[in-house]
Structures are given as structure tokens and as C-alpha cells.
């Protein structure tokens, strides 16, 4: 979890901070989160979050008023290791009486995975046979979607 707080805008798949990045995720810290993609921001952003917490495995977000999947809501990240592999999971809350939230958790879904390929490149684990096949699959169906939309 350490490479994830202390490097948050080389793992996370869009800007983490604005106007100046953030160099760390720590509890407390009020984040702008820029260039996401959602129905709601048009990946522009601004998306406020509040970080509530933060442990030696995991950190959640706390969404703030203007952030589009509106204020309140929880995104939680963990991290777990276990024979030998490091495993990333992201998990949130979401108003499910508002139909476009199942439009952001789509597209939440492909940004974590996004985040996954990140990590694997600064852990130095991309490009192991067994990844070879998630990352070819990765780049043959999300990158489209996800990076080509703000080139």
C-alpha cells in the first residue's frame, strides 16, 4: 500500500490533486481528482474526496459535494499479498435508486483496472508470463474505452 500513498499520481490512472498534484495520500487530506471519467464530469473534474483512512493495507475516500457520484459516498482500497502476489481491490458505496451510478461503476471498472496495470509497472511484475494475458486483454478492451476518450 506503501507505493500506492507515497506515488498516488504514478498508479492512479488520473490526476490525483489540483492544482498541484498530491504527493501523498494521508488521512484528512481534501483531493481534487481530475480527469475522471464519469456521466456526471465528462472526465473534467473536479472530484473532491476527503481521505478518512489510512492503514498499512488499505485507504478510503470519502466523496465531498461536487464530485460525481455526489457527496457521502465511500470508495475503499486494499491491498493483500499471498503466495508470492500482490493482490489490489477496490470497493465503494453507491446510491443503487440512481441509475447512472451503474454507469460509474463501469467506468470505475475500468479505471481500477487501469490502477492494476499501473501498480504492476512500478512493482516491476508487468510483462510476467503470468500477466501477459490480462495485460494484452487490458489493452485490447479498456485502453480503448478509457484513454482514447481525452488523448
Known amino acids: 500500500m506503501t507505493i500506492i500513498t507515497s506515488r498516488p499520481n504514478d498508479i492512479f490512472p488520473f490526476k490525483v490533486g489540483h492544482p498541484v498534484p498530491a ?13 475522471t471519467i464519469g456521466p456526471g464530469n ?14 498499512s493495507t488499505s485507504f478510503t475516500f470519502l466523496t465531498l459535494a461536487g464530485h460525481h457520484r455526489g457527496v457521502g459516498q465511500t470508495i475503499r482500497f486494499d491491498t493483500s499479498s499471498s503466495g508470492g502476489h500482490l493482490r ?18 463501469t467506468g470505475a471498472a475500468g479505471a481500477w483496472a487501469l490502477q492494476a496495470h499501473n501498480l504492476r509497472v512500478a512493482v516491476g511484475t508487468v510483462g510476467h508470463s503470468s500477466l501477459d494475458t490480462a495485460e494484452k486483454a487490458l489493452d485490447a478492451v479498456v485502453r480503448p474505452i478509457f484513454l482514447n476518450v481525452f488523448p
Do not use: C, W
Open 42 to 55: 465528462l472526465g473534467l473534474g473536479p472530484d473532491p474526496v476527503e481521505v478518512t483512512a489510512v492503514t
Open 88 to 105: 489490489l481491490s477496490q470497493s465503494g458505496t453507491f446510491n443503487s435508486f440512481d441509475p447512472r451510478q451503474y454507469a460509474y461503476n
Open 23 to 35: 504527493s501523498r495520500i494521508t488521512v484528512g487530506a481534501k483531493i481534487d481528482l481530475m480527469n
